[in-house]
């Protein structure tokens, strides 16, 4: 008999089969301990012991499954890893110390020197200088291509193009890709298509559904929903995923216990929380283009978005995040995101806290005057990240700046 007992029971995959999402997200992956838990257990971990050293060879033989160490594997990471695999519809997910980890993850373990990229111009930040800085100095050429430009991706693909990575809708002005399109483009070309699905969540897009290889989540965003922890994942094929857990595994940007547990909380109100940023977000959308004071507002819900109709094809609900051009200049957005008393001046977004951000100044002020002027960044433009406040509340807070402007 071994000293120590280190089974658990995982709920049967085979109960969940045909589930709806919402439930997917309440249920797929939990473990339960023999102490029969309702809630997910956490296990705060670096490593596990052996019964015996027998065992302990049989584990690192890899002739026994099991826990040997968290960087490799942790039962409250595989559990939030079950979970939001089961949720796109993908064979397994790696989960990553942050959204960037993901990216950096999948790159890493899957293009080599020589290889080129085609990515959306409008992606995260991050993600731009991760292409153009880092994966540019270990022989990675990234070309970046407008998001909804089939012929610019298809004209971007060269002989060595092995990945077309993009977001959508875009961050912040929500256009939004025709992904089966362009999975068919990297189909044709033998590239991989990667989908940064963070803002839509698998709750109102599935990827892999339109021919996506690889899904990756920022679960700071979303996932968690609540500002608590920074993480990301990865999802895709067991042969791909297997290659990204290797990496992972020798390079180390491993999510930890306690922030896994936190995002399996999280997940299980994702698909409520989802549909109240997006019925929230429309209302506020509607509210602003109406408004006096407000020019475009960007927003995939409203008719008149140039990509509407895909956006309502392609997904279950048009997201939580808004886009609007004030009349007048730099001047004026500050003068309306100052004004506000209840919604957080902050970049962060996918929060139940409505965020307000002023892009040109804070997450797209390193673009160059001429990069900002193709992506769209105006001196005029707001983001707000629609959170579950009253919506009520919302307008008024963000009238307190816009009706000040008409005067
Ligand atoms: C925030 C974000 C990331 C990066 O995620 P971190 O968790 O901050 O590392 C990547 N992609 C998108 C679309 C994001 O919004």
């Known amino acids: ?33 023999e102490q029969l838990e309702h809630s997910d257990a956490i296990f705060p971990t670096s490593s596990f012991v052996y019964g015996s050293a027998a065992q302990a060879a049989a584990r690192f033989g890899g002739d026994e499954p099991g826990n040997i160490y968290s960087r490799f594997t942790n039962p409250t990471v595989q559990a939030f890893e079950a979970r939001i695999a089961a949720m796109e519809g993908g064979e397994r997910a790696v989960a990553t110390a942050s959204g960037m980890a993901a990216i950096l993850s999948t790159c890493m373990a899957l293009l080599q020197s020589g290889d080129h990229v085609v990515c959306s111009r409008g992606v995260f930040g991050t993600t731009n200088v991760l292409f153009q800085k880092y994966l540019a100095r270990f022989g990675v050429e990234t070309t970046f291509v407008g998001l909804t430009d089939l012929d610019g991706w298809a004209a971007a693909i060269r002989p060595e193009t092995r990945m077309l990575f993009l977001e959508t809708p875009s961050n912040p002005l929500c256009e939004v890709a025709d992904l089966e399109a362009l999975a068919e483009l990297s189909h044709r070309n033998d590239a991989l298509f990667v989908v940064d699905n963070c803002f839509c969540t698998p709750v109102l897009q599935r990827p892999f559904e339109l021919g996506a290889d690889i899904v990756i989540h920022s679960a700071t965003k ?9 993480g990301g994942v990865v999802v895709g094929s067991d042969k791909l995923m297997e290659e990204v857990y290797g990496f992972l595994r020798s390079a180390g940007p491993t999510l930890s216990p306690f922030n896994a547990w936190v995002f399996l909380k999280g997940l299980e109100t994702l698909p409520i929380r989802m549909r109240a940023h997006c019925a929230n977000a429309l209302e506020l959308a509607r509210w602003l283009e109406q408004h006096p004071s407000v020019g475009k507002v960007f927003y995939a819900g409203l008719e008149t978005h140039p990509q509407h109709e895909l956006a309502a094809r392609q997904q279950k ?3 939580g995040v808004v886009s609007f051009q004030v009349k007048g200049e730099r001047e004026a957005a500050w003068r309306v995101i100052d004004a506000t008393q209840i919604i957080s001046i902050t970049a962060n977004l996918g929060d139940v806290k409505t965020t307000i951000t002023h892009p040109a100044t804070t997450t797209h002020g390193r673009l160059s005057p001429e990069d900002k002027e193709r992506a769209g960044i105006t001196e005029n433009l707001i983001r707000v990240s629609v959170g579950l406040e009253d919506i009520d509340d919302l307008k008024a807070d963000l009238s307190r700046g816009l009706d000040a402007l008409g005067q």
């Open 222 to 230: 979303y996932l968690d929903g609540q500002g608590r922890c920074v």
């Open 1 to 33: 008999m071994t000293k120590i007992r280190d089974e658990h029971v995982r709920i049967p995959e085979s109960d969940l089969e045909g589930v709806s999402v919402d439930t997917l997200a309440v249920r797929a992956g939990q473990i339960r301990t």
């Open 317 to 319: 609900g048009f997201g």
